[in-house]
């Protein structure tokens, strides 16, 4: 793995207010990320993934209780920046964004050039509407859409087209991190795996850093170098793509990969029975413990994050307790 790191992200929490008590929703998160590298952050829905993408960038509600820790890009801890000095020299111009249901973030009465442009128009006063045309000409070109789309409205376009549209727009400025949040769920299949192959071009062409927000494993397997997932507002295990996809450590990765059909071979699907907990009060100790089928009495304590052999990490009782584990 590259010692590059772009980013890193420190005992991350973010909580949220309301009338039961605060959601813990993600809670003392902590990773690295190489330059060049995809990390998909998988789990299932409510577990804070899309929590953490925001936190990241600091996309946040009013009813903020908890936001601390840090969150180094480049080496600079971003946390420390004002709001304005965020919004000036971070979002758009070395982080940005596709958001979950991006077909819809699109203003239906603005054309998709104008759209596309702001973002150079706002972050560079030197930038020209010529030339703001003309990088978002090459942007088009590289998501694979018709220039004349270019002045259409985004209800002229497809679904597949308009997320592609919103892909080209969260690239124009050239950030050094874009963040997918379920870029391809409201898509049918077809049309997901070529936004897949659009991607994975553009991770090829421009060396772009992505995260991948999804709870589909197989769809996080067509671009991720890495393996985030969360559970109930914690990050239980995060190793290498490869890796994870024949040898996943925690009972809970375990469970989602034996959920996942596959072309191969005929296996019994399985699935994981119970709920989540509920964020507002989490159970003490092991997260997952209620679920689990491994659990023992050391669960009711909360486990550590431990390295193992590979430099996956994984946060569970069954690893803590094995000969030659250590803390992260």
């Known amino acids: 793995m590259s010692n590059d790191i772009l980013l890193e992200v420190r005992n991350l929490r973010l909580h949220f207010k309301t009338k039961k008590g ?17 990390l998909a952050v998988v789990g299932e829905s409510g577990c804070g993934k899309t929590s953490l993408a925001k936190a990241i960038l600091r996309l946040l509600p009013r009813n903020i209780q908890t936001y601390t820790g840090e969150v180094i890009l480049d080496g600079v801890d971003i946390m420390k920046f004002s709001d304005e000095q965020f919004r000036r020299e971070i ?27 702001e973002p150079l128009l706002l972050h560079n006063r030197e930038m020209t509407k010529k030339k703001a045309v003309a990088q978002a000409t090459e942007m088009f070109k590289i ?8 002045r259409r409205y985004p209800f002229e376009l497809s679904g597949g087209m308009r997320q592609r549209a919103t892909i080209a727009m969260s690239l124009v400025t050239n950030p050094k991190l874009v963040i997918l949040d379920e870029p391809s769920s409201a898509l049918d299949l077809l049309t ?16 772009t850093t992505f995260i991948l927000i999804t709870h589909d494993i197989g769809t ?15 990050l239980v295990e995060h190793c290498d793509a ?15 990969m034996a959920s996942v059909p596959t072309l191969r071979e005929d ?7 119970g709920q989540p907990p509920s964020l507002v009060n989490p159970p003490e100790g092991c997260r997952f413990a209620e679920r689990c089928e491994h659990r023992f009495a050391k669960c009711s304590e ?4 431990v390295e193992l052999e590979h430099g996956d990490r994984v946060q569970c009782w069954l690893y803590n307790e094995m000969g030659g584990a250590k803390h992260a």
């Open 267 to 273: 296996k019994d699907l399985q699935f994981i029975p």
């Open 22 to 38: 605060p959601v813990q929703a993600v809670d003392d998160v902590s990773f690295q990320l190489p330059a060049g590298r995809t």
């Open 143 to 150: 998501v694979g859409m018709p220039l004349d789309f270019l």
């Open 91 to 117: 979002r758009w111009g070395k982080m940005a964004m596709v958001p979950q249901a991006a077909m819809n973030s699109l203003n239906p009465v603005i054309r998709i050039e104008d759209q596309i442009t």
């Open 220 to 234: 996080a397997s067509e671009l991720a170098d890495e393996i985030a997932v969360m559970y109930a507002g914690e």
């Open 242 to 256: 490869n890796y994870f996809y024949t040898n996943a450590h925690h009972p809970y990765s375990r469970k989602l």
């Open 192 to 207: 997901q795996a070529n936004l897949m192959n659009v991607l994975k071009k553009i991770k090829h062409d421009l060396g």
């Open 302 to 305: 909360q486990p550590a994050l």
